[in-house]
């Protein structure tokens, strides 16, 4: 079975970036779209980005688009989260996760026991 260890995250002030990285174990990370994610204190988790098996297709929640640019390596088992220009309400733990269906990503849902995250905090 897949794991997935995120990092990269950490503190910058608002309009900064980070670039977040998912390191997945297992033979099965070609064969999955994989997700970005989020949870804001006392909020639901959410979808940030979402990139097909091939990178070929992406998708990006509202809130995100033409700021955030997710991508893979398949090489390397490894998914991207290059975020630019964050602002405070970007705070929150990020979390990756794949589906063999991107549009299931979308809907905030992910098919592999979840990481631990990687804590994202934005000062303004």
């Known amino acids: 079975q897949v794991q997935l260890v995120e990092s990269g995250g950490g503190l910058v002030q608002a309009g900064g970036s980070l670039r977040l990285s998912c390191a997945a174990s297992g033979r099965t990370f070609v064969s999955l779209s994989m997700g970005w994610f989020r949870q804001a204190p006392g909020k639901e988790r959410e979808f940030v980005a979402a990139i097909s098996r091939s990178g070929g297709r992406t998708y990006y929640a509202d809130s995100v688009k033409g700021r955030f640019t997710i991508s893979r390596d398949n090489a390397k088992n490894t998914v991207y989260l290059q975020m630019n220009s964050l602002k405070p309400e970007d705070t929150a733990v990020y979390y990756c996760?794949?589906?063999?269906?991107?549009?299931?990503?979308?809907?905030?849902?992910?098919?592999?026991?979840w990481g631990q995250g990687t804590q994202v905090t934005v000062s303004s």
């Open positions: 996760n794949g589906d063999t269906s991107i549009e299931i990503l979308t809907t905030g849902l992910g098919s592999m026991p």
